[in-house]
């Protein structure tokens, strides 16, 4: 989840008198759902010139959980994200995609950094998945949906960027974060061992991945 850790903002002059509130340049987003088949065409198109992700970090929104979206994301939803992240929060960017058990929801631009992990907002790509799996269940009905695209979604991510899956992060791991993101039921090995046996049969006969 990453609604607790707002991209720095106040900035304090020497003499304490006074505080002044930058606002950062809104990365517009991209707004588009895809099946993972899709997500995958999508991704082949974009180019990662100006800014490069050096892995991927794996996030549960928790709040809003699987039964308060019963029938995953919309746009409006979306829109929503906007002006909390923006509006709100007066952050640049949020995370670069939400995912739910429907679709895979592109969010900030896969190209430019987003904002979702306070350590690693400059170097990594922050993966959303609908669902509060501290008590949602992950490997069955919804959230074993939610969990295949997002498995999916990596995959196509490792596989076009070059990035090796066995560096997907937790929220968690990240030493400023103090909440377990993105829940006990998430089990960080299994996750990363679906994605590299994904990417292994989806690449199976062909070059060498990277």
């Known amino acids: 989840m990453v609604l607790l850790y707002p991209e720095s903002g106040i900035l304090h002059s020497s003499s304490h008198n006074y505080k002044s ?23 082949h198109s974009l180019q990662w010139n100006a800014w490069r992700p050096s892995f991927i970090v794996l996030h549960n929104t928790a709040t809003p959980s699987l039964a308060q979206r019963p029938n995953g994301f919309t746009s409006q939803h979306m829109e929503n994200f906007v002006k909390y992240y923006r509006d709100k929060q007066k952050w640049s960017a949020g995370p670069h995609l939400f995912i739910d058990d429907k679709k895979i929801w592109v969010f900030t631009p896969l190209t430019v950094s987003g904002v979702h992990s306070p350590s690693w907002n400059k170097l990594a790509l922050g993966v959303e998945m609908l669902g509060n799996y501290a008590s949602e269940p992950f490997k069955t009905g919804r959230g074993l949906q939610v969990r295949k695209n997002a498995v999916a979604a990596m995959a196509t991510l490792c596989a076009i ?29 299994e996750v990363l061992n679906e994605v590299q046996a994904l990417i292994v049969e989806r690449h199976t006969g062909e070059h060498t991945i990277g």
Do not use: N, Q
């Not at 509130?21 to 065409?41: N, Q, R």
């Not at 960027?161 to 066995?166: K, N, Q």
């Open 21 to 43: 509130l930058y606002m950062p340049t809104w990365k517009t987003i991209v707004g588009l759902s895809f099946t993972a088949e899709e997500f995958d065409v999508y991704c």
């Open 161 to 189: 960027v070059g990035l090796d899956p066995m560096t997907i992060r937790l929220h968690k791991e990240d030493p400023l974060t103090t909440h377990d993101c993105p829940g006990s039921k998430v089990v960080k090995l």
